[in-house]
């Protein structure tokens, strides 16, 4: 019982991290002309102020996560990051706006690892690929919640006001996670820990000697260069393209990514317990096939004339896409001691946030400036267009990843 109540609020967690990082998204276009900023700042703030500081904070916190009390760093983190979403409301100014999001990012950082590694030690092997696809399915959950949650308030409320009703309750759900969340290494009043610790520099010497490892970085970084452009700038998209209002844009995009990457994530993470619990090779090779079947669909998704094809599209896409992510995570954790799992957490979590949010949401911005005096407000289209070609790279290094992969047995706590 307690094992599925602390399942049950990391599901919450992961839900909320993504609401008040997808409202920006919505607003972005309103905070741009407000303080006054062009693409490439508003990249900068989608993108690099938030990856770099998110990467920064992840491995102290991890560290620290790897033998403390994981309940409380989850619980700390909710309320730092749900207290700086409320800041960005009252953001006067470009700086303001980026202080109060490197305050979400260092909030953010040292939940995901935190939940990740507290849950695959209390859940079995058997269930293992499924909680992590259920908790990046959570996380899928609250990109679109956050999307319809803020087109919805759009028409009662101004971006100020949305970022204050959003941000203030977030406080209350980490005050939950502390009191009610199970902490194994918790005893009688003391923490237990593992008897060894582990540090970044050996994660690091470990990936860098693991070639399926390798493989699995250069994944890391091209992948979410692509996924996280289209999260990030797909409701400007859909609003500068497609002429669509908040609240349509909001309801239909949140829409699309729900059925998507909800249901991807949970595919992937049926496929991978039943064919690759014990094949890490066929969790490779099955993320590479889809993250090559999503190059096209994102093709199709820039260039269509119709909104609702593009919709039908980025399902599509977002589907094959979100095929590849848990079974590369459970590859990833086959390849490490049980020691080193919040830190791998942390790395992997690091280099989709640097690619990803930072590369991905930030060099959008910059092509779309670049490509602006010949394309106008469809500027978006080729900026999104060029970076989809990380699709077929990840693809291939995922395959690689699962060939040269090596199984490694785990003992696992039970709860």
């Known amino acids: 019982m307690r094992r599925n109540l602390t399942f049950g609020l990391m599901f919450l967690v992961a839900i909320l991290s993504y609401v008040d990082r997808q409202i920006f998204t919505l607003f972005q276009d309103d905070i741009k002309l407000e303080l006054g900023l062009n693409d490439g700042q508003l990249g900068l703030l989608t993108g690099m102020s938030f990856a770099l500081f998110y990467a920064i904070a992840a491995f102290p916190i991890a560290r620290y996560a790897d033998r403390g009390d994981r309940r409380l760093v989850v619980a700390l983190c909710?309320?730092?990051?749900?207290?700086?979403?409320?800041?960005?409301?009252?953001?006067?100014?470009?700086?303001?706006?980026?202080?109060?999001r490197i305050g979400l990012a260092a909030g953010e950082a040292g939940a995901g690892p935190a939940s990740i590694s507290l849950l695959t030690e209390i859940f079995p092997p058997e269930r293992r690929t499924i909680v992590i696809s259920s908790m990046l399915a959570a996380s899928a959950i609250g990109i679109s919640a956050g999307l319809w949650l803020a087109g919805w308030l759009s028409q009662f409320f101004n971006w100020r006001e949305v970022f204050l009703i959003v941000g203030l309750p977030g406080i209350l759900i980490g005050l939950a996670v502390w009191l009610f969340s199970a902490e194994p290494?918790?005893?009688?009043?003391?923490?237990?820990?593992?008897?060894?610790?582990?540090?970044?520099?050996?994660?690091?010497?470990?990936?860098?000697?693991?070639?399926?490892?390798?493989?699995?970085?250069?994944?890391?970084?091209?992948?979410?260069?692509?996924?996280?452009?289209?999260?990030?700038?797909?409701?400007?998209?859909?609003?500068?393209?497609?002429?669509?209002?908040?609240?349509?844009?909001?309801?239909?995009?949140?829409?699309?990514?729900?059925?998507?990457?909800?249901?991807?994530?949970?595919?992937?993470?049926?496929?991978?317990?039943?064919?690759?619990?014990?094949?890490?090779?066929?969790?490779?090779?099955?993320?590479?096939?889809?993250?090559?079947?999503?190059?096209?669909?994102?093709?199709?998704?820039?260039?269509?004339?119709?909104?609702?094809?593009?919709?039908?599209?980025?399902?599509?896409?977002?589907?094959?896409?979100?095929?590849?992510?848990g079974p590369i995570i459970a590859l990833s954790f086959a390849q490490v001691p049980v020691a080193m799992r919040a830190m791998m957490s942390a790395t992997i979590n690091m280099l989709i946030g640097l690619a990803g949010t930072g590369v991905g949401g930030t060099l959008t911005g910059f092509l779309s400036e670049a490509y602006a005096p010949g394309f106008g407000e469809m500027s978006l289209r080729p900026a999104l267009a060029t970076l989809s070609c990380c699709l077929i790279v990840g693809g291939i290094a995922a395959i690689m990843a699962g060939r040269t992969a090596k199984p490694l047995k785990e003992h696992i706590v039970e709860a």
């Open 78 to 100: 909710v309320m730092v990051w749900s207290a700086a979403t409320a800041l960005c409301g009252v953001a006067n100014s470009f700086w303001q706006m980026v202080l109060a």
């Open 185 to 325: 290494r918790r005893g009688k009043g003391d923490v237990v820990v593992p008897p060894q610790q582990i540090g970044m520099a050996e994660v690091m010497r470990t990936m860098a000697g693991n070639v399926s490892l390798r493989w699995v970085g250069l994944l890391l970084i091209m992948v979410p260069v692509t996924g996280f452009a289209f999260i990030i700038w797909g409701a400007s998209f859909f609003q500068r393209v497609h002429g669509m209002t908040k609240a349509e844009t909001g309801f239909w995009l949140g829409t699309a990514m729900a059925v998507g990457l909800v249901i991807g994530n949970l595919a992937a993470g049926w496929v991978a317990d039943k064919w690759g619990k014990d094949n890490p090779r066929f969790n490779g090779w099955f993320a590479g096939l889809g993250l090559l079947a999503a190059f096209p669909l994102a093709m199709l998704f820039v260039y269509s004339a119709n909104p609702y094809v593009a919709l039908a599209c980025f399902v599509g896409m977002k589907f094959v896409m979100t095929l590849h992510l």
